[in-house]
Nanobody, 122 residues
């Protein structure tokens, strides 16, 4: 069974920084794309950043230049370094793993973490 566990959320003042981590577990051979999404109260879940296994990245315009996604393929872990945080970054941040290949074919697919709250006070 594949599981994604996020950590690193919390309360931070505007202008501050936080680093989120997402660790995937479960006899994983590889993960095509790992990414971060967020959902603010009353809004739809939106893409924040993604990174392919080869290192290609994609960012939403709202976080470009402030957030940096990275991943450690050997550890099946993704990170999101968030800087210059704004009140509008407040949301639950979800980790996503797309194209997960595991020891068991029945577990192949896409997965979501449970989410971690990020609150930016202005």
């Amino acid at each position: 069974q594949v599981q994604l566990v996020e950590s690193g959320g919390g309360l931070v003042q505007a202008g501050g920084s936080l680093r989120l981590s997402c660790a995937a577990s479960g006899s994983i051979f590889s993960i095509d794309v790992m990414g971060w999404y967020r959902q603010a109260p009353g809004k739809q879940r939106e893409l924040v950043a993604t990174m392919s296994r080869g290192g290609s990245t994609n960012y939403s315009d709202s976080v470009k230049g402030r957030f940096t996604i990275s991943r450690d393929n050997a550890k099946n872990t993704a990170y999101l370094q968030m800087s210059s945080l704004k009140a509008e970054d407040t949301a639950v941040y979800y980790c996503n793993a797309e194209g997960v290949a595991t020891e068991y074919a029945s577990d192949w697919g896409d997965y979501w973490g449970q989410g971690t709250q990020v609150t930016v006070s202005s």
